[in-house]
Protein backbone atom coordinates (compact mmCIF):
# COMPACT_ATOMS: atom_id res chain seq x y z
CA UNK A 1 0.00 0.00 0.00
CA UNK A 2 2.58 2.20 0.92
CA UNK A 3 4.96 1.44 -2.12
CA UNK A 4 1.32 2.24 -4.41
CA UNK A 5 1.03 5.76 -2.66
CA UNK A 6 4.65 6.65 -3.34
CA UNK A 7 4.72 6.19 -6.95
CA UNK A 8 1.05 8.12 -7.11
CA UNK A 9 2.55 10.47 -5.76
CA UNK A 10 5.97 10.26 -7.76
CA UNK A 11 3.56 10.80 -11.03
CA UNK A 12 1.29 13.52 -9.35
CA UNK A 13 4.37 15.51 -9.48
CA UNK A 14 5.69 14.97 -12.82
CA UNK A 15 2.31 16.61 -14.12
CA UNK A 16 3.61 19.67 -12.96
CA UNK A 17 6.43 19.04 -15.43
CA UNK A 18 6.70 16.27 -18.18
CA UNK A 19 9.69 16.58 -20.48
CA UNK A 20 8.68 15.38 -23.96
CA UNK A 21 11.06 15.57 -27.28
CA UNK A 22 11.07 18.82 -28.52
CA UNK A 23 9.83 19.09 -32.40
CA UNK A 24 10.92 21.82 -34.77
CA UNK A 25 10.59 25.74 -33.58
CA UNK A 26 7.64 27.27 -35.17
CA UNK A 27 8.96 30.22 -37.44
CA UNK A 28 6.83 33.08 -35.44
CA UNK A 29 8.24 32.00 -32.17
CA UNK A 30 9.47 34.25 -29.65
CA UNK A 31 13.40 33.60 -28.49
CA UNK A 32 14.45 34.34 -25.43
CA UNK A 33 17.65 36.92 -25.39
CA UNK A 34 18.61 36.61 -21.42
CA UNK A 35 17.05 35.42 -18.10
CA UNK A 36 17.49 37.43 -14.62
CA UNK A 37 16.60 37.07 -11.26
CA UNK A 38 16.54 40.03 -8.72
CA UNK A 39 16.07 38.75 -5.19
CA UNK A 40 15.56 40.92 -2.24
CA UNK A 41 13.67 41.41 1.41
CA UNK A 42 10.61 43.11 -0.64
CA UNK A 43 10.51 41.39 -3.38
CA UNK A 44 11.96 38.45 -5.85
CA UNK A 45 11.99 39.57 -9.75
CA UNK A 46 12.15 36.80 -12.50
CA UNK A 47 12.27 38.75 -15.76
CA UNK A 48 12.35 36.83 -18.93
CA UNK A 49 13.82 39.09 -22.08
CA UNK A 50 12.69 38.00 -25.30
CA UNK A 51 12.26 38.78 -29.18
CA UNK A 52 8.36 38.83 -29.80
CA UNK A 53 4.98 38.88 -28.22
CA UNK A 54 4.62 35.48 -25.54
CA UNK A 55 1.03 33.78 -24.52
CA UNK A 56 1.40 33.02 -20.75
CA UNK A 57 -0.33 31.70 -18.36
CA UNK A 58 0.21 30.74 -14.61
CA UNK A 59 -1.08 29.63 -11.53
CA UNK A 60 -0.56 28.78 -7.65
CA UNK A 61 -0.49 24.71 -6.25
CA UNK A 62 -0.25 24.39 -2.30
CA UNK A 63 0.93 21.94 -0.14
CA UNK A 64 4.30 22.57 -0.89
CA UNK A 65 3.85 26.05 -2.23
CA UNK A 66 4.43 26.23 -5.90
CA UNK A 67 3.81 28.88 -8.81
CA UNK A 68 3.83 27.14 -12.16
CA UNK A 69 4.02 29.47 -15.14
CA UNK A 70 3.37 27.80 -18.93
CA UNK A 71 4.44 29.44 -22.19
CA UNK A 72 2.31 28.82 -25.45
CA UNK A 73 4.32 27.82 -28.67
CA UNK A 74 7.29 27.56 -27.26
CA UNK A 75 10.07 25.34 -27.35
CA UNK A 76 12.81 25.22 -24.74
CA UNK A 77 15.99 26.74 -25.50
CA UNK A 78 19.36 26.63 -23.83
CA UNK A 79 18.69 30.23 -22.25
CA UNK A 80 15.75 29.56 -20.56
CA UNK A 81 17.75 26.36 -19.21
CA UNK A 82 19.79 28.93 -17.51
CA UNK A 83 17.21 30.51 -15.70
CA UNK A 84 17.97 27.54 -12.79
CA UNK A 85 21.59 28.54 -12.51
CA UNK A 86 20.59 32.35 -11.61
CA UNK A 87 18.81 31.48 -8.40
CA UNK A 88 20.74 32.22 -5.14
CA UNK A 89 20.55 29.57 -2.10
CA UNK A 90 19.89 32.69 0.21
CA UNK A 91 16.54 34.10 -2.05
CA UNK A 92 14.18 34.89 0.83
CA UNK A 93 11.00 33.45 -1.49
CA UNK A 94 12.08 31.11 -3.71
CA UNK A 95 13.37 27.95 -2.90
CA UNK A 96 13.86 26.04 -6.49
CA UNK A 97 13.46 26.59 -10.09
CA UNK A 98 12.67 23.88 -12.79
CA UNK A 99 11.89 24.27 -16.70
CA UNK A 100 10.88 21.81 -18.96
CA UNK A 101 8.88 20.94 -21.87
CA UNK A 102 5.49 20.24 -20.77
CA UNK A 103 3.86 19.51 -23.93
CA UNK A 104 4.69 20.04 -27.67
CA UNK A 105 4.30 23.35 -27.97
CA UNK A 106 4.51 24.55 -23.99
CA UNK A 107 7.67 25.58 -22.10
CA UNK A 108 6.61 25.39 -18.17
CA UNK A 109 8.67 26.88 -15.00
CA UNK A 110 8.04 25.83 -11.87
CA UNK A 111 8.82 27.95 -8.81
CA UNK A 112 8.67 25.92 -5.69
CA UNK A 113 8.54 28.45 -3.13
CA UNK A 114 9.68 29.11 0.50
CA UNK A 115 6.71 30.77 1.64
CA UNK A 116 3.09 32.32 0.31
CA UNK A 117 3.54 34.84 -1.42
CA UNK A 118 1.38 37.44 -3.99
CA UNK A 119 2.62 36.92 -7.43
CA UNK A 120 2.09 40.18 -10.02
CA UNK A 121 3.04 38.52 -13.41
CA UNK A 122 3.13 41.24 -16.51
CA UNK A 123 5.03 42.11 -19.38
CA UNK A 124 7.24 45.54 -19.94
CA UNK A 125 7.45 46.39 -23.83
CA UNK A 126 10.72 47.57 -25.22
CA UNK A 127 12.56 50.22 -24.06
CA UNK A 128 16.22 51.58 -24.18
CA UNK A 129 18.66 48.43 -24.24
CA UNK A 130 16.23 45.99 -23.04
CA UNK A 131 13.50 43.47 -25.60
CA UNK A 132 10.54 42.72 -24.69
CA UNK A 133 10.02 41.68 -20.81
CA UNK A 134 8.15 38.77 -19.16
CA UNK A 135 8.05 39.79 -15.45
CA UNK A 136 7.37 37.08 -12.22
CA UNK A 137 7.36 39.72 -9.66
CA UNK A 138 7.16 37.20 -5.52
CA UNK A 139 5.70 39.43 -3.50
CA UNK A 140 4.75 37.99 0.64
CA UNK A 141 1.41 37.70 1.14
CA UNK A 142 1.79 39.23 4.15
CA UNK A 143 3.84 42.58 3.80
CA UNK A 144 6.03 43.70 7.11
CA UNK A 145 5.02 46.72 8.92
CA UNK A 146 7.75 49.48 7.65
CA UNK A 147 8.07 50.76 11.42
CA UNK A 148 9.05 47.51 12.87
CA UNK A 149 11.55 46.86 9.64
CA UNK A 150 13.09 49.59 10.57
CA UNK A 151 13.63 49.00 14.27
CA UNK A 152 14.78 45.60 13.47
CA UNK A 153 17.12 46.99 11.14
CA UNK A 154 18.68 49.03 13.54
CA UNK A 155 19.15 46.46 15.87
CA UNK A 156 21.02 44.62 13.34
CA UNK A 157 23.01 47.38 12.18
CA UNK A 158 24.08 48.07 16.46
CA UNK A 159 25.05 44.34 15.96
CA UNK A 160 27.49 44.69 13.45
CA UNK A 161 30.78 47.00 12.78
CA UNK A 162 29.23 50.11 10.77
CA UNK A 163 31.77 49.85 7.57
CA UNK A 164 32.29 46.35 7.38
CA UNK A 165 34.57 46.86 4.27
CA UNK A 166 37.86 47.12 5.09
CA UNK A 167 38.54 49.67 1.99
CA UNK A 168 35.41 51.71 3.67
CA UNK A 169 37.14 51.66 7.41
CA UNK A 170 40.56 53.03 5.90
CA UNK A 171 38.41 55.83 4.61
CA UNK A 172 37.00 56.45 7.68
CA UNK A 173 40.36 56.89 9.41
CA UNK A 174 41.57 58.25 6.63
CA UNK A 175 38.49 61.00 6.58
CA UNK A 176 39.40 61.52 10.66
CA UNK A 177 42.80 62.20 10.06
CA UNK A 178 42.04 65.20 7.73
CA UNK A 179 39.72 66.18 9.93
CA UNK A 180 42.47 66.38 12.88
CA UNK A 181 45.01 68.35 10.76
CA UNK A 182 42.70 70.76 9.59
CA UNK A 183 41.12 71.69 13.26
CA UNK A 184 42.56 74.37 14.72
CA UNK A 185 44.81 74.09 17.82
CA UNK A 186 42.09 75.93 20.27
CA UNK A 187 39.71 73.13 19.25
CA UNK A 188 42.18 70.60 20.83
CA UNK A 189 42.10 72.18 24.20
CA UNK A 190 38.86 71.40 26.08
CA UNK A 191 36.72 73.98 26.53
CA UNK A 192 35.33 75.73 29.75
CA UNK A 193 32.52 74.55 30.82
CA UNK A 194 30.90 77.60 30.79
CA UNK A 195 31.64 78.22 27.01
CA UNK A 196 30.24 74.67 26.44
CA UNK A 197 26.65 75.36 28.23
CA UNK A 198 26.70 78.63 26.33
CA UNK A 199 26.75 76.81 23.00
CA UNK A 200 24.17 74.63 23.92
CA UNK A 201 22.06 76.99 24.98
CA UNK A 202 21.76 78.70 21.19
CA UNK A 203 21.17 76.00 19.48
CA UNK A 204 17.41 74.71 19.12
CA UNK A 205 17.56 71.52 20.52
CA UNK A 206 15.82 68.67 18.68
CA UNK A 207 12.83 67.68 20.48
CA UNK A 208 11.96 63.92 19.21
CA UNK A 209 13.75 61.17 17.21
CA UNK A 210 13.68 62.31 13.62
CA UNK A 211 13.60 60.11 10.87
CA UNK A 212 15.79 60.44 7.41
CA UNK A 213 14.67 58.44 4.51
CA UNK A 214 17.31 57.81 1.89
CA UNK A 215 16.57 56.48 -1.44
CA UNK A 216 19.95 55.06 -3.73
CA UNK A 217 19.15 55.80 -6.81
CA UNK A 218 18.07 53.19 -9.68
CA UNK A 219 18.55 49.35 -9.17
CA UNK A 220 17.91 45.76 -10.48
CA UNK A 221 16.66 46.00 -14.22
CA UNK A 222 17.65 50.17 -14.35
CA UNK A 223 20.92 50.38 -13.88
CA UNK A 224 21.54 54.04 -14.34
CA UNK A 225 24.08 56.15 -16.14
CA UNK A 226 27.25 54.26 -16.64
CA UNK A 227 30.51 55.56 -17.15
CA UNK A 228 32.91 55.53 -19.55
CA UNK A 229 34.90 52.65 -17.91
CA UNK A 230 31.77 51.03 -16.74
CA UNK A 231 31.04 51.95 -13.38
CA UNK A 232 27.09 51.43 -12.86
CA UNK A 233 25.14 54.61 -11.05
CA UNK A 234 22.83 52.53 -9.17
CA UNK A 235 26.02 50.79 -7.48
CA UNK A 236 27.93 53.78 -6.34
CA UNK A 237 24.90 55.42 -5.08
CA UNK A 238 24.33 52.13 -2.65
CA UNK A 239 27.52 52.35 -1.33
CA UNK A 240 27.17 55.94 -0.49
CA UNK A 241 23.65 55.66 0.77
CA UNK A 242 24.75 52.97 3.15
CA UNK A 243 27.47 55.21 4.30
CA UNK A 244 24.97 58.00 4.34
CA UNK A 245 22.59 55.95 6.57
CA UNK A 246 25.75 55.15 8.79
CA UNK A 247 26.93 58.51 9.31
CA UNK A 248 22.48 59.70 9.98
CA UNK A 249 22.48 56.75 12.66
CA UNK A 250 25.43 57.84 14.68
CA UNK A 251 23.79 61.19 15.05
CA UNK A 252 22.31 61.58 18.81
CA UNK A 253 18.34 62.11 17.90
CA UNK A 254 18.34 60.78 14.29
CA UNK A 255 17.40 57.85 12.45
CA UNK A 256 17.80 56.20 9.03
CA UNK A 257 16.41 53.87 6.44
CA UNK A 258 17.03 52.97 2.93
CA UNK A 259 14.18 52.61 0.43
CA UNK A 260 16.71 49.97 -1.32
CA UNK A 261 19.59 47.96 0.61
CA UNK A 262 20.23 45.66 -2.56
CA UNK A 263 20.29 45.78 -6.03
CA UNK A 264 16.86 45.54 -7.12
CA UNK A 265 14.62 47.95 -8.52
CA UNK A 266 11.79 49.93 -6.50
CA UNK A 267 9.08 51.96 -8.46
CA UNK A 268 9.39 55.89 -8.10
CA UNK A 269 5.76 55.91 -6.07
CA UNK A 270 6.70 52.91 -4.06
CA UNK A 271 10.30 55.25 -2.81
CA UNK A 272 7.96 57.97 -1.60
CA UNK A 273 5.56 55.54 -0.09
CA UNK A 274 8.20 53.72 1.57
CA UNK A 275 8.94 57.02 3.07
CA UNK A 276 5.38 57.73 4.52
CA UNK A 277 5.17 54.14 6.01
CA UNK A 278 8.14 55.30 8.35
CA UNK A 279 6.96 58.59 8.80
CA UNK A 280 10.12 60.61 7.63
CA UNK A 281 10.87 63.26 8.19
CA UNK A 282 12.81 64.62 5.66
CA UNK A 283 13.95 62.61 2.07
CA UNK A 284 17.51 62.28 0.21
CA UNK A 285 17.58 61.04 -2.92
CA UNK A 286 21.05 59.62 -4.03
CA UNK A 287 22.23 60.10 -7.52
CA UNK A 288 25.50 60.18 -9.88
CA UNK A 289 24.22 60.62 -13.24
CA UNK A 290 25.10 61.52 -16.59
CA UNK A 291 24.81 63.99 -19.21
CA UNK A 292 25.16 64.26 -22.97
CA UNK A 293 28.69 66.28 -22.43
CA UNK A 294 31.07 64.39 -20.68
CA UNK A 295 32.97 67.85 -19.47
CA UNK A 296 29.93 67.83 -17.42
CA UNK A 297 30.84 67.89 -13.98
CA UNK A 298 29.85 69.00 -10.09
CA UNK A 299 28.09 68.19 -7.73
CA UNK A 300 23.73 68.90 -7.55
CA UNK A 301 20.79 69.50 -5.39
CA UNK A 302 17.71 69.73 -7.02
CA UNK A 303 14.27 70.33 -5.55
CA UNK A 304 10.88 69.86 -6.60
CA UNK A 305 9.21 72.44 -9.21
CA UNK A 306 5.61 73.83 -9.61
CA UNK A 307 6.18 75.92 -12.21
CA UNK A 308 9.13 74.17 -14.76
CA UNK A 309 12.14 73.35 -14.32
CA UNK A 310 14.95 76.24 -13.53
CA UNK A 311 16.76 75.28 -16.72
CA UNK A 312 16.81 73.14 -19.70
CA UNK A 313 19.74 71.08 -18.34
CA UNK A 314 17.53 70.45 -14.78
CA UNK A 315 14.57 69.51 -17.07
CA UNK A 316 16.80 67.17 -19.53
CA UNK A 317 17.63 65.45 -16.06
CA UNK A 318 14.03 65.13 -14.67
CA UNK A 319 12.81 63.82 -17.73
CA UNK A 320 15.62 60.97 -17.83
CA UNK A 321 14.81 60.29 -13.84
CA UNK A 322 11.31 60.01 -14.47
CA UNK A 323 11.93 57.47 -17.43
CA UNK A 324 13.32 55.16 -14.54
CA UNK A 325 9.95 53.24 -13.69
CA UNK A 326 10.14 52.21 -17.91
CA UNK A 327 13.20 50.94 -17.61
CA UNK A 328 12.99 49.07 -14.20
CA UNK A 329 9.73 47.67 -14.96
CA UNK A 330 6.45 48.60 -13.55
CA UNK A 331 3.00 46.71 -13.44
CA UNK A 332 1.08 49.38 -14.72
CA UNK A 333 -2.80 47.15 -13.08
CA UNK A 334 -1.00 47.64 -9.82
CA UNK A 335 -3.45 49.45 -7.75
CA UNK A 336 -0.80 50.80 -5.06
CA UNK A 337 0.95 52.17 -8.34
CA UNK A 338 -2.38 54.25 -8.90
CA UNK A 339 -2.52 55.67 -4.95
CA UNK A 340 1.11 56.66 -5.29
CA UNK A 341 -0.08 58.64 -8.02
CA UNK A 342 -2.89 60.14 -6.50
CA UNK A 343 -0.36 60.79 -3.56
CA UNK A 344 2.18 63.00 -6.28
CA UNK A 345 -0.37 65.45 -6.75
CA UNK A 346 -0.88 66.53 -3.22
CA UNK A 347 2.85 68.00 -2.83
CA UNK A 348 2.51 71.93 -1.10
CA UNK A 349 4.23 74.81 -1.34
CA UNK A 350 5.12 74.74 2.38
CA UNK A 351 7.03 71.32 1.39
CA UNK A 352 9.09 72.72 -1.08
CA UNK A 353 9.94 75.56 0.69
CA UNK A 354 10.95 73.56 3.54
CA UNK A 355 12.76 71.62 0.72
CA UNK A 356 15.06 74.47 -0.79
CA UNK A 357 16.30 75.00 2.50
CA UNK A 358 17.42 71.39 3.11
CA UNK A 359 19.24 71.49 -0.07
CA UNK A 360 20.77 74.75 0.37
CA UNK A 361 22.43 73.06 3.67
CA UNK A 362 23.08 70.12 1.72
CA UNK A 363 24.70 72.15 -1.29
CA UNK A 364 26.76 74.20 1.24
CA UNK A 365 28.77 70.86 2.57
CA UNK A 366 28.89 69.02 -0.95
CA UNK A 367 31.08 72.43 -1.69
CA UNK A 368 33.50 71.52 0.70
CA UNK A 369 34.51 68.24 -0.87
CA UNK A 370 33.70 68.68 -4.03
CA UNK A 371 33.35 71.24 -7.03
CA UNK A 372 29.56 72.71 -7.45
CA UNK A 373 28.10 72.04 -11.16
CA UNK A 374 25.93 75.21 -9.95
CA UNK A 375 26.45 77.23 -6.69
CA UNK A 376 22.40 77.28 -6.00
CA UNK A 377 19.68 74.87 -5.42
CA UNK A 378 17.88 74.04 -8.94
CA UNK A 379 14.41 72.78 -9.59
CA UNK A 380 12.61 70.22 -11.66
CA UNK A 381 9.63 68.08 -12.01
CA UNK A 382 11.39 65.12 -10.64
CA UNK A 383 8.55 62.17 -9.45
CA UNK A 384 10.36 60.92 -6.93
CA UNK A 385 10.32 64.26 -4.56
CA UNK A 386 6.82 64.95 -4.55
CA UNK A 387 6.07 63.46 -1.34
CA UNK A 388 2.94 65.89 0.22
CA UNK A 389 4.70 66.42 3.59
CA UNK A 390 8.02 65.91 3.41
CA UNK A 391 10.89 68.07 2.96
CA UNK A 392 12.58 66.29 -0.29
CA UNK A 393 15.95 66.90 -2.64
CA UNK A 394 17.72 65.11 -4.37
CA UNK A 395 21.66 65.29 -5.13
CA UNK A 396 23.49 64.62 -8.01
CA UNK A 397 26.72 63.84 -5.93
CA UNK A 398 29.30 63.77 -9.60
CA UNK A 399 28.91 63.04 -12.98
CA UNK A 400 29.55 59.39 -13.75
CA UNK A 401 30.05 60.74 -17.39
CA UNK A 402 32.52 62.21 -16.60
CA UNK A 403 35.36 60.34 -16.33
CA UNK A 404 37.57 62.04 -13.43
CA UNK A 405 34.22 62.20 -11.69
CA UNK A 406 33.49 58.34 -12.48
CA UNK A 407 36.91 57.72 -10.92
CA UNK A 408 36.82 59.62 -8.09
CA UNK A 409 33.04 58.09 -7.29
CA UNK A 410 34.79 54.47 -7.01
CA UNK A 411 36.89 55.63 -4.49
CA UNK A 412 35.74 54.79 -1.17
CA UNK A 413 37.36 57.61 0.51
CA UNK A 414 35.69 59.99 -1.80
CA UNK A 415 32.09 58.13 -1.31
CA UNK A 416 32.75 58.95 2.42
CA UNK A 417 33.40 62.25 2.16
CA UNK A 418 29.86 62.75 0.29
CA UNK A 419 28.03 60.81 2.41
CA UNK A 420 29.71 63.22 5.21
CA UNK A 421 28.54 66.26 3.46
CA UNK A 422 25.13 65.04 2.30
CA UNK A 423 24.98 64.20 6.23
CA UNK A 424 26.21 66.94 7.69
CA UNK A 425 23.55 69.25 5.65
CA UNK A 426 20.83 67.40 7.38
CA UNK A 427 22.01 67.96 10.66
CA UNK A 428 22.15 71.61 9.82
CA UNK A 429 19.05 71.77 8.70
CA UNK A 430 17.46 70.03 11.55
CA UNK A 431 19.76 72.11 14.05
CA UNK A 432 18.00 75.83 12.46
CA UNK A 433 14.52 73.89 12.22
CA UNK A 434 13.80 72.14 14.73
CA UNK A 435 11.26 68.87 13.97
CA UNK A 436 7.76 69.29 15.71
CA UNK A 437 4.66 67.17 15.81
CA UNK A 438 3.07 67.90 12.12
CA UNK A 439 -0.30 66.44 10.43
CA UNK A 440 -0.44 64.22 7.61
CA UNK A 441 -2.52 63.28 5.15
CA UNK A 442 -3.65 59.86 5.89
Not at 204 to 233: F, K, S, Y
Not at 246 to 264: H, S
Amino acid sequence: MNTRRTVLKTLGASLLLQLVPVGARAAESARFVDVRLWPAEDYTRVTLEHDGALKYKYFLVENPMRMVVDISDMQLDKTLKNLTDRLKPDDPYVQQIRVGQFNADTVRIVFDLKAQVRPEVFTIDPVAEYKNRLVVDFYPKTPPDPLIALLKDQQQDAATPSYKDDEINRALNLAKADQTDKAPASESAKESPRKAKADADSTPQVRRLVTVAIDPGHGGEDPGAIGRAGTREKDVVLEIARMLKQEIDRTPGMRAMLTRNDDYFVPLGKRVQKARGVKADLFVSVHADGFIKPSARGSSVFVLSERGASSSAARWLADKQNASDLIGGVNIADKDNQLAKVLLDLSTTAQINDSMKLGGAVLGKLASVNQLHKAYVEQAGFAVLKAPDIPSILVETAFISNPAEEKKLNDPHQQLKIAKAIAGGVKEYFDKNPPVARSRIA
